[in-house]
């Protein structure tokens, strides 16, 4: 576990980050440590400003102060969203977006690491070396059955895990992953914490969750957001107890 | 499937254009199978609509960028075509000037304007026919994308740059004919304009041409790139994220799209015999969306289809009853908007079980 201060071996450091949209501050002078290899749930009420959390890491919005820094050495609102997602930042939307015309293979064979550049693009055949990493993930996420599937016509469950398998082949160092399971059975809910769990052995996570049993079943450092800062930070027994959390959640 | 259609569609342009040039050309008028020659240049003209049919629905019906200024690029490419067939006319213009076509002669022109330098040069003027749309595309997109306009914003703006071109091309000073454009052509590379082979011989270059851009629209479509470009279309956030630049995409796109358009005009101003500035009229590029509505969207198959369709249909009714083509034309794309959402050729899809 990370202490503050320690921001040279960090991989990810919001450090007095605030944004208004009309006046309004949805993200009010933020700090947050992410360690490497680190995954962290964040959750907090509706409008707590969670998701624009994510929209100012990944490029989408450019805080009006403080600073993003990445891998200790670079300042992400410098940068647009091609560009974070070139560095390694992997990102998955409250509502799940596949591309819905293409099928899931071809989903991935987009998501997959590589040039993304359209003279490239224009000419790039499908090699063997990226079938074998698309079969792979096929696994990870269970759909190899539904390879050949027009991605719209998938389970909302399924396309929550195609979005995180598009992550996955993305090989990114860090992903976002935002409400994953809102919509999902329980037992599709207790397949995508696993799946996190492995992911993580290799790639750090912060994951937006509304769902307390889901969060508690990751079992990873928990931060509590409210009105756009940090309320309350730690093991989800230690928030859970915080009277500050407590009154916030009974409270609205 | 898709493949299956794209082959019927160029053999079917092939033979077609084939047979009548054959007809045209072996039998005398008169005879049982004669094809007018009247028939020949009106085919050629909606073969280079479907053209402009073709480069319209790659940037609509894949990119999902509805351009409502297609016919800027099309006419572009017209100008070029037209500025060479008036300098191949040389001293034997109606005031002899070997060096100044009749209208700048008409208007007092001392010398050629610096941009008509090398028009004489067939190779150069070709050339310039894609060069210029190309270009035009490259800057107008560069910004639009880059500044992220897209949606009825951007449709728009095309709406105003294709304005902006007529306007300019009206006035006198800008040494392109004003109001009257460029006509009274005589011969093309050499050959004479009136002669029946020369007008087979155009048609059969706008089949060809037509197939070409269909092969190459089929391509980029069908790519890596192509697939990223749909995915541009139905989520663009979504391929930002997953480290796409969609305004690169776009712009790609874009100009390859004006690039066929271009070629569609050069290729329509020897046939019809006129380039004016009407051509650059708003409401030719919004009836060009309507031939790619008609036929199927994001088909390019449909695109040609429509684009033949349509103006056959236009033919038959501004000889038949003038005054309501524009009706009959909006009342078409409401039907088709309301009936057909896949165009006719997913008419003729759903009718063969999906073979086509
Ligand atoms: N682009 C925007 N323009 C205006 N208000 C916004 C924008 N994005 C977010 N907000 C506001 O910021 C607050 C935080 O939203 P959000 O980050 O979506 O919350 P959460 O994801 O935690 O539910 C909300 O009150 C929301 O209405
Ligand atoms: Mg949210």
């Known amino acids: ?24 501050r949805a993200i009010n002078d933020l700090s947050l440590v992410l360690a490497p290899g680190e995954m962290r749930a964040v959750i907090g009420p509706n409008g707590a400003g969670k998701t624009t959390m994510m929209d100012i890491i990944t490029g989408k919005t450019r805080p009006d102060t403080g600073e993003v820094i990445f891998r200790a050495d670079t300042d992400l609102t ?37 040039d993304r550049r359209p003279r490239f693009t224009m000419w790039a055949r499908e090699t063997g070396e990226e079938r074998d990493r698309i079969d792979e993930i096929l696994a990870t996420i269970r759909l190899s059955d539904l390879r ?63 769902d307390m049993d889901f969060v508690r079943a990751l079992g990873v450092r928990v931060t509590v957001l409210h009105e756009g800062s940090v309320l309350s930070e730690g093991s989800i027994d230690h928030v859970s107890e915080d009277p500050r959390v407590v009154e916030v959640y009974l409270g609205r | 499937m898709s493949r299956l259609s794209t082959s019927i569609c160029i053999g079917l342009v092939l033979v077609g254009v084939g047979l009548m040039a054959i007809l045209n050309l072996s039998t005398a008028a008169g005879a049982p199978l004669h094809v007018p020659t009247y028939a020949i240049s009106l085919v050629g003209k909606y073969l280079s609509y479907a053209i402009l049919a073709l480069a319209v629905d790659l940037v609509w019906g894949y990119g999902g960028i509805l351009s409502l200024g297609h016919a800027a690029f099309f006419a572009l490419g017209g100008y070029a075509m037209g500025m060479y067939l008036l300098r191949e006319i040389g ?54 994308f880059r500044s992220r306009v897209s949606g009825v914003y951007l449709s728009i703006i095309t709406q105003a740059l294709t304005y902006a071109l007529l306007l300019a091309f009206f006035r006198n000073d800008m040494g392109f004919g004003g109001n009257n454009g460029m ?34 629209a089929r391509y980029v479509v069908t790519s890596r790139f192509g697939q990223v470009l749909i ?51 708003p409401a030719n590029s919004i009836e060009a969306v309507i031939w790619v ?29 003038p005054e309501f083509w524009l009706f009959a034309l909006g009342f078409l794309f409401i039907l088709v908007t309301l009936l057909l959402p896949k165009g006719v050729l997913g008419l003729l899809q759903k009718k063969t079980g999906g073979r086509v």
């Not at chain 1, 921001?7 to 949209?21: E, R």
Request: glycine share 10%.
């Open chain 1, 1 to 24: 576990m990370t202490t503050i201060g320690a921001v040279s071996d960090s991989l990810l450091y919001l450090n007095g980050v605030s944004v208004s949209f009309d006046g309004f």
């Open chain 1, 148 to 210: 050949h599937t027009r991605s719209g016509d998938l389970s909302h469950g399924q396309k929550q895990w195609l979005e995180i398998g598009m992550l996955l082949a993305q090989e990114p160092q860090l992903l976002l992953v935002d409400e994953p399971v809102a919509g999902m059975t329980d037992s599709e809910t207790a397949q995508t914490a696993e799946l996190l769990v492995e992911i993580n052995k290799t790639r750090s996570v912060v994951v937006v969750e509304h």
């Open chain 1, 78 to 114: 410098k940068l647009d969203e091609p560009a974070i997602a070139a560095l390694g930042i992997g990102r998955k939307f409250q509502k799940p977006t596949v591309f819905e015309v293409h099928n899931v293979w071809d989903n991935l064979l987009l998501a997959l690491a590589g």
């Open chain 2, 293 to 321: 509505a008609v036929g199927g969207r994001g088909t390019l198959v449909g695109a040609v289809l429509g684009a033949v369709l349509v103006n056959a249909g236009k033919t038959f009714f501004t000889g038949a009853f």
């Open chain 2, 91 to 144: 001293p034997r213009g109606v005031y002899g000037n070997a060096l100044l076509p009749d209208f700048m002669v008409f208007l007092n022109y001392k010398a050629l304007p610096w941009y008509w330098n090398g028009f004489n040069h067939p190779a150069f003027a070709m050339a310039m026919a894609v060069i210029v749309p190309a270009l035009v595309a490259l800057i107008f997109g560069y910004f639009a």
């Open chain 2, 183 to 216: 006509t009274d052509f005589k011969d093309i590379f050499g050959l004479p304009l009136q002669a029946d082979s020369t007008r087979v011989g155009l048609l059969v270059a706008t089949a060809i041409a037509l197939c070409l851009c269909l092969l190459v």
């Open chain 2, 231 to 281: 995915a541009v279309r139905d989520s663009e956030s979504r391929t930002r994220f997953l480290g796409y630049r969609p305004e690169s995409y776009k712009l790609f796109v874009f100009v390859l799209s004006a690039i066929m358009a271009g070629i569609g005009g050069a290729l329509y101003v020897p046939q019809v015999g006129i380039i004016n500035p009407g051509e650059f009229s």
